[in-house]
């Protein structure tokens, strides 16, 4: 425990947050580690916030930060976007759950068919992690075979598929609960490598789909090029199998239509939520007809197939619906995507200039409207101000193992105002501007200040 360390940053974090030590100490006797999400996780406590607004939000103590995290991603519009939220609102007073289709989950599939490249077809969801697991069970109906690729560090939610593989058990073994003749399904192959995915092919007939977030490991924290894309998307339609974009966090984000409009490369599936729901619960799938058709019972019957079955207490549901035909309208219309962007460059610029003034050897980098911090564990010579990501070995980002110093990142971070994506790096909003930014760098060189005097970092 960094309470047992005396260290100065660990001290000035519990000064500034009395009121949420109090509210983690009384949720820790109602739910396990007192958190209701892994990533929330901190040592010596988390911060419970009490409000948001915009860019910003404020803790129980009345600590405003600036926030980079964005609820895990899913306010590209920032927190409370009014035309959201009066959406949100005005549905709350209609109702919340009609037991029976409605209009809104017309115009909002419309919205996402229109927008995405591959959706000729959409299946809401609840979460992410559904639509995942529902993209794999649509990819093994339709082609008839068993077993998945993913990538080494690629996310794809909670559900047994993907328990594994993404911080530990990059043997395939699986984590605690799944059972192993569910892991000997997937294949887990390392990002980035077509010959790999060339082989598991030629050895195995059996491989239904390929699955993979197209910006890279944690949204581009390594990074994936286009052109791996595009030699696989050549190698999965040559066998006969399924392309499954994972754009959860990168749908409507890094384009309007995701990432797979951006790079020019259009999967057979992808798996949307987080933004596609305007920041409320909601997920969904979508892609091509002919696959989607497996849910369908039209189709089903016709063809004299059992279709897949697929249930949900709150798929589409209308408050969620309004919210996402609210966000998803003003991404189609505006720049929001651009100016996400455009913010996230400039944090990067101000971040590894103050790595540069401070003689820090790491770096900070990123695309679109995500950025991750290379915090340099081998102590390699690195420029902050010309480290190419791109042009780096998959093995340069590994996790950084001084547990001890990423814990006190974060925590200086938040002393001085700003709650980052953990000690990993930023989520941006298109409301980030000049100012946030500006105290964001200030707040970096603080925060960095705070752990050269610890002696964390040398001088």
């Known amino acids: 425990m960094l309470t ?24 820790s006797g109602h739910l396990p580690s007192g958190i209701a999400h892994d990533s929330r996780y901190t040592d010596p406590y988390p911060v419970y916030v009490a409000r948001a607004a915009g860019p910003r939000k404020w803790d ?11 609820g895990h991603g899913a306010l590209l519009l920032g927190h409370c976007d009014p035309a959201v939220t009066a959406a949100a609102q005005a549905q709350l007073a209609i109702g919340t759950h009609f037991g029976a289709c409605h209009a809104m989950e017309l115009g909002w599939s419309r919205l996402v068919t229109q927008m995405v490249p591959c959706a000729e077809r959409v299946r809401f ?9 529902m993209a794999l069970r649509l990819a093994r109906a339709f082609t008839g075979r068993r077993k998945i690729i993913r990538f080494l560090r690629h996310f794809h939610g909670w559900h047994d598929h993907m328990a594994f593989g993404v911080d530990n058990h990059f043997d395939g073994t699986p984590s605690p609960g799944v059972l192993p003749e569910l892991a000997a399904e997937v294949v887990l192959l390392p990002p980035n490598d077509l010959a790999a995915v060339k082989r598991a092919f030629e050895g195995d007939p059996d491989i239904a789909a390929v699955i993979l977030e197209p910006t890279g490991a944690s949204t581009g924290m390594i990074p994936t090029g286009a052109a791996f894309l595009r030699g696989l998307r050549e190698t999965v339609t040559a066998h006969g199998a399924v392309l499954i974009f994972d754009e959860v966090v990168t749908g409507f984000r890094v384009a309007p239509g995701g990432a797979q409009q951006a790079l020019g490369v259009v999967p057979d599936l992808c798996t949307l939520a ?21 849910i369908d019972f039209d189709v089903s019957a016709s063809k004299g197939r059992e279709k897949i079955k697929h249930q949900g207490t709150y798929n589409a549901n209308p408050v969620s619906a309004a919210a996402g035909i609210a966000a998803l309208t003003q991404i189609r219309d505006g720049d929001a995507c651009a100016r996400a962007t455009a913010a996230a460059a400039a944090l990067r610029d101000g971040f590894n200039a103050v790595l540069a003034e401070e003689g820090i050897p790491w770096a900070v980098y990123g695309e679109h409207s995500v ?9 390699a010579d690195v ?37 980052p994506k953990g000690p990993r790096g930023a989520i941006l909003s298109a409301t980030h501007g000049e100012a946030e930014i500006a105290e964001a760098v200030q707040a970096w060189r603080l925060a960095l200040r705070m752990l050269k005097d610890e002696g964390e970092l040398r001088h």
Do not use: C
Not at 60 to 70: A, E, K, V
Not at 125 to 133: C, D, F, I, K, P
Not at 388 to 415: E, G, I, S, T, W
């Open 60 to 70: 129980l103590d009345g600590n405003g930060l600036i926030d980079f995290y964005g």
């Open 274 to 294: 987080k933004i596609v729901a305007g920041g409320l619960p909601g997920g969904a799938v979508a892609g091509r007809k002919d696959i989607l058709d497996w």
């Open 125 to 133: 969801t609840s979460s992410g992690t559904e639509a995942t697991l």
């Open 4 to 27: 047992s360390t005396n260290s100065p940053i660990v001290a000035a974090y519990m000064a500034k947050t009395p009121s949420s030590a109090a509210m983690h100490a009384e949720a």
């Open 371 to 379: 950025i991750h911090f290379f915090t340099n564990p081998d102590g």
């Open 383 to 419: 420029d902050p101000q010309a480290w190419d990501a791109n042009a780096q070995p998959v093995a340069v980002f590994k996790a950084d193992p001084r547990k001890q110093l990423m814990a006190k990142l974060y925590l200086a971070m938040v002393v001085h105002g700003m709650d």
